[in-house]
């Protein structure tokens, strides 16, 4: 049985362990409400974007197809998996490595590259996959342009023909407590032929046409979809770490509860034994 010296050093360093976990929780609250209006203020955009280019796109001349939206014959694969520097956070990190195995292993007769966003995700895959680039760097300072650097040199990359297909893995916000792990492509775009007979397709002037209009949008759309995914990833990881350090603090507060019990029982019995030794002493000198 540990002493009570002992016991008390547990108890002591568990109540520093909340202090940390707490305070944790509360910086990742705090962040997450900035983080959090960032996603919400960028999806109505991006979402109005997307639906311009298929509205344009569903009257423009079929024989002029973008290059970023042709599709050829399927050899090289990019993943631009999106995770966090930092652990502590749950699951959030493990899920996206997760769902990256279980594409490698989907699509495992295709040459596959990853570009990692997150020195987890690199620190995953650097030993067993050829890693294409390690942008983790992007969020030291995080904006629409640094994203948009990283996405320019994927376009190129496809446009030259390096890969067939590029595909993003993050995790998507939905609150503070829930993160959905998302695999979408980003190339080639899907580009609906003919609106849908229930979709009201507006009615545009273009100037100075449909199909300059697009090679101007949907790079622009590219990089967008890129940003939302990292904004979304940012969001989730504090939502993430937030609810982790709030489990981890009320895991060590019943851990600390357990061991004040026990202390003090402990600390009971001590007491008791030091009495019943005074006590036989003092029987003992009384019949000597």
Known sequence: MANLKEIRGRITSISSTMQITRA?????????????????????????????????????????????????????ILFIAVTSNRGLAGAFNSSIVKELNNQFRDKSQYEVEVLTIGKKAFDAVRRTRTVYSNESAVFDNLNFDTVAHVTEG????????????????????????????????????????????????????????????????????IKTQVFKAVLDSVA?????????????????QALKNDLVIFYNKARQAAITNEILEIVSGAEALKNS
Request: charged share 30%; glycine share 2%; aromatic share 6%.
């Open 24 to 76: 944790m929780k509360m910086v990742s609250a705090a962040k997450l409400k900035k983080a959090q209006d960032a996603i919400v203020m960028l999806r109505p955009y991006s979402e109005k974007l997307q639906e311009i280019i298929q509205n344009v796109n569903s009257s423009s001349d079929p024989d002029q197809v973008s290059v970023y939206a042709q599709k050829r014959e399927v050899k090289r």
């Open 236 to 252: 989730s990881e504090h939502g993430a770490r937030m609810t982790a350090m709030h489990k981890a603090t009320d895991n060590a």
């Open 154 to 221: 994927v376009m190129t990359s496809f446009r030259e023909g390096k890969f067939d297909e590029v595909y993003l893995i993050y995790n998507k916000f939905v609150n503070a407590a829930t993160q959905e792990v998302t695999a979408e492509q980003l190339l080639p775009i899907s580009m609906a032929e003919k609106a849908e007979e229930t979709q009201v397709e507006t009615d545009y002037i273009f100037e100075p046409n449909r199909n300059e209009i697009l090679d101007n949008l949907i790079p622009k759309a």
